[in-house]
């Protein structure tokens, strides 16, 4: 679709970096960004305590007003929304305000925007759906794993998606596993859904680490139980005498601290890191290991750790689990265990430690296959997805105004 201008694009996303060095799903902020190049792009995310303004970016960044005092806001950038199913009623009150807040400014951006798109099926996708049927605009949902993981235990869950769907051209998912998730809650997503991995920066191959020194292992990820730090501590309980760094932060970081002290396990907690340190880990490490678990049948979409990793060149260990168990092909660009079972994960990790040519081979392998989901490729096609809604809503609605002349 070519215009003049160009085509003015609203994204929608309940979890956006609070400043330049935070990582926190940064994803869709290189999706804000590589847009850029063919939309006029605005982001609305919600507010945090934390953020800076980010200057010298392609794109337009705004925040939805808190309304409440902080300590009572539970709808925050860097809040994943599955833990409201347990909260108490004041928090769940405090969200919907929060969410309300989220809307109206919404509702004022989709009016001058051309087409909305939206991450996570919960609040954005909903929310994108809404203003799509208001105001007659395209929208594209796109969905990483945690929203569709709430919808299928909520209540009403089953005819929220019905909805999303309808109220959407597309909907995009990052893996097979989630596609087959979607379609199971809400079969009419059957002809709308694609699978879509998010893109991956590519960076020059770090070297080989030096023979003879101890040999670390690389965990990067919030520290929440469906990451499965545990299971990784654990594994290294009769250790393969390697050094074990942690980069990342969680409600699970004390006692992940505690379980590693409890098993004498050599164990740096870094918390949160930037991308320049996180590169620098990525280049340093011998192993990466992604030990996600299966957790009341949630399962995590595509980490995109493990596309970073392969991109770094590093070998790469995780578990055969959602999305993961689709991009990692076993002793090819990787090695695959099952989930939560630590003792497998030992001797994977005592055998990838030990056998140098091995690590190079799978760091090889996983290049090339970061390199199929490289950011201008990937941009590339979700830009072709959006332009295709587009176009289809203008034939849509050319067709309609026709048939209503007619009618006349």
Wanted: hydrophobic content about 45%; glycine content about 6%.
């Amino acid at each position: 679709m070519k215009q003049a201008t160009k085509p003015r694009l609203l994204i929608l996303t309940s979890s956006f970096p609070a400043g330049p060095d935070d990582e926190t799903c940064g994803y869709v902020r290189q999706f804000a960004r590589h847009l850029a190049t063919e939309f006029k792009v605005t982001v609305l995310a919600p507010p945090d305590v934390h953020a800076r303004v980010l200057r010298s970016e392609p794109y337009a960044l705004v925040r939805s007003s808190p309304l409440l005092p902080a300590r009572f806001n539970s709808f925050r950038s860097a809040t994943d929304l599955n833990h409201l199913r347990e909260a108490g009623v004041l928090t769940k009150l405090a969200a919907a305000v929060a969410m309300v807040a989220f809307l109206a400014k919404a509702a004022r951006l989709a009016w001058r925007a051309d087409v909305i798109c939206s991450h996570w099926l919960l609040p954005s996708g909903l929310i994108g759906a809404l203003l799509s049927k208001l105001f007659g605009k395209p929208h594209v949902a796109v969905e990483h794993s945690g929203a569709l993981h709430l919808l299928a235990r909520l209540r009403g869950g089953k005819r929220l998606a019905r909805f999303i769907v309808a109220g959407s051209h597309r909907v995009v998912v990052v893996s097979e596993d989630l596609r087959r998730k979607l379609i199971a809650l809400c079969p009419a997503a059957k002809d709308k859904c694609v699978v879509m991995p998010m893109g991956v920066e590519m960076k020059p191959r770090a070297l080989e680490a030096q023979a003879g020194r101890l040999r670390h292992i690389l965990f990067i990820g919030r520290l929440a139980r469906i990451k499965g730090a545990d299971v990784l501590i654990d594994a290294l309980r009769d250790g393969p005498g390697a050094r074990l760094i942690v980069a990342g932060d969680g409600p699970e970081r004390n006692a992940l601290e505690r379980l590693a002290a409890e098993r004498g396990i050599k164990v740096e907690f870094l918390g949160h890191v930037n991308a320049a340190r996180r590169d620098a880990l990525l280049a340093a490490c011998d192993v990466v290991v992604i030990p996600s678990r299966v957790l009341d049948d949630r399962s995590e979409g595509m980490p995109v750790v493990c596309l970073e990793a392969m991109a770094a060149g590093r070998a790469i260990i995780a578990s055969r689990s959602g999305g993961l168990a689709e991009i990692i092909r076993d002793t090819h660009n990787g090695l695959l265990f099952e989930p939560g079972d630590a003792r497998m994960l030992a001797e994977k990790l005592r055998r990838l430690l030990n056998d140098a040519p091995l690590r190079a081979r799978l760091g090889q392998n996983g290049m090339r296959t970061a390199a199929e989901y490289a950011w201008p490729r990937a941009a590339a096609a979700y830009a072709r997805l959006i332009n295709e809604s587009l176009d289809q809503h203008a034939i849509h609605t050319n067709t309609r105004a026709d048939a209503e002349r007619a009618a006349c």
